[in-house]
C-alpha cells in the first residue's frame, strides 16, 4: 500500500525557515518524481518543486518561480523520504503542501502528473 505522510509544517514569522519532511512507504521513492505542491484557501493547487529520480534522471531538482533560490528539495534514499528546505518566508508562501510521486520522467510542473499523493502539512507564515 502506497502512503505518503507530511510533516513539519507550523505557524512561523516572516523571515523564518521550515523544513518539510514526506516519509514515503509500499513502494521505492529513488525510482520515482518526488515533488511538493501547495494550495491556499480559495486558490488552486501549485507546483512548488520536484525531484526527479536518481536511477534514470540523476536526481535533478526543479522549482517554481516563486520559490527559486528560497527552496531545496532533497532526498535521503535510505530513509525514503523527500524533504523541502524552505528559507525566508514570506506570508504569501502560506498554504498546505502537499508531498506527491509520480513514476514518470516527464511534465514534472504539472498536477496531472503525480499518481500518489499525501493528506498535506498546514504552513502559515504571519507578517
Known amino acids: 500500500q502506497v502512503q505518503l505522510v507530511e510533516s513539519g509544517g507550523g505557524l512561523v514569522q516572516a523571515g523564518d525557515s521550515l523544513r518539510l519532511s514526506c516519509a514515503a512507504s509500499?513502494?521505492?521513492?529513488?525510482?520515482?518524481?518526488m515533488a511538493w505542491f501547495r494550495q491556499a484557501p480559495g486558490k488552486e493547487r501549485e507546483f512548488v518543486a520536484a525531484v526527479a529520480d536518481i536511477i534514470w534522471s540523476g536526481g535533478s531538482a526543479y522549482y517554481a518561480d516563486a520559490v527559486k533560490g528560497r527552496s531545496t528539495i532533497s532526498r535521503d534514499s535510505a530513509k525514503n523520504t523527500v524533504h523541502l528546505q524552505m528559507n525566508n518566508l514570506k506570508p504569501e508562501d502560506t498554504a498546505v503542501y502537499y508531498c506527491a510521486a509520480s513514476p514518470k520522467r516527464s511534465d514534472y510542473y504539472s498536477f496531472g502528473t503525480y499518481t500518489y499523493w499525501g493528506l498535506g502539512t498546514q504552513v502559515t507564515v504571519s507578517s
Open positions: 509500499g513502494f521505492t521513492s529513488s525510482t520515482h518524481t
